[in-house]
């Protein structure tokens, strides 16, 4: 068996003298969608930091494709909930996307259509979102990290959107870790949703739960949701969640 593309093993977290993620053990498989929820707090940001190389552990190790990780990589794309600051605003939606290209030594080409003279500000918030998710696939990333990316954008904006990223990461076979408070999201765009919870107590994983989610693709908005899998999976987390704990 080839090794998987992320591996954590038993990875901790303290910041500022405090546990932030305790011992959290997981695999993504290569071509794999994985989304994690949790409370606010529970330490999701900072379990993805440590997946792209930001946070070193203070135990445990990150692994890619077998390699400990140790720092930030080209190969890791990370896509931030707040794209007003992601994004270069004195560069236009192409300048934006070929900053990718141009750190990769790539030549840009990258038609945005319409768009691609414009400047962030003259853009819908969904409109930057997009220019944001097409640079960091533009880099053609191995792994795909992307930090409640719809968090901050209305119902429609959303649901088009994480229709254009299941579109696109199937398409190009991309391995990715999404975090979001929406467990709709999670388990709509889930290969498998990992569940964390806050302050698990002296021994025991910030993981709480591991959950496949057997519903075929491509999903829609409509039928997905009303599958008995979808359905099932929402109540046992939605429990989840509302106990606060595992
Ligand atoms: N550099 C740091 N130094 C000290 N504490 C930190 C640092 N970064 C994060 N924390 C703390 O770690 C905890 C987890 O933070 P993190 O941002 O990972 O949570 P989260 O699950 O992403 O929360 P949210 O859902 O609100 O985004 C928080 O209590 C936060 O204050
Ligand atoms: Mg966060």
């Known amino acids: 068996m080839a090794a998987p593309l992320l591996a954590f093993d038993r990875v901790a977290i303290t910041l500022g003298g405090r546990e932030i993620l305790s011992p959290t053990s997981f695999e993504v498989g290569r071509g794999e969608f994985v989304c994690i929820v949790g409370p606010s707090g529970c330490g999701k ?40 600051r992601a ?28 768009h691609a003279q414009k400047f962030p500000a003259q853009l819908s918030g969904g409109m930057q979102q997009r220019v944001q998710i097409a640079r960091c696939l533009a880099q053609a ?14 119902a429609l904006t959303r649901h088009g959107l994480q229709d254009e990223v299941a579109r696109l990461v199937a398409e190009q076979g991309l391995t990715v870790l ?19 919870q806050a302050d698990p107590g002296p021994g025991r994983p910030s993981l709480a739960r ?14 997905t949701k009303e599958h008995p899998a979808f359905l099932a999976l929402r109540r046992e987390l939605f429990g989840f969640i509302e106990q606060g704990h595992g």
């Open 45 to 84: 940001t900072t379990l993805l930091r440590a997946a792209s190389g930001l946070v070193a552990p203070s135990g445990g190790t990150v692994r890619r494709n077998g390699i400990a990780v140790t720092q930030p990589s080209r190969e890791v794309a990370f896509v931030f909930q707040d794209y007003g």
């Open 178 to 196: 999404f975090v979001t408070h929406d467990l709709e999201e999670a388990i709509y765009l889930g290969d498998r949703v990992i569940a964390l």
């Open 87 to 114: 994004l270069l605003p004195w560069r236009t939606v192409q300048g934006n996307v070929a900053l990718a290209l141009e750190a990769a030594g790539v030549p840009a080409k990258v038609g945005l259509t319409a």
């Open 210 to 223: 591991m959950l496949d989610v057997p519903i075929p693709r491509p999903r829609d908005q409509l039928t």
């Open 141 to 154: 990333p191995q792994l795909l990290l992307m930090d409640e990316p719809f968090g901050a954008l209305d």
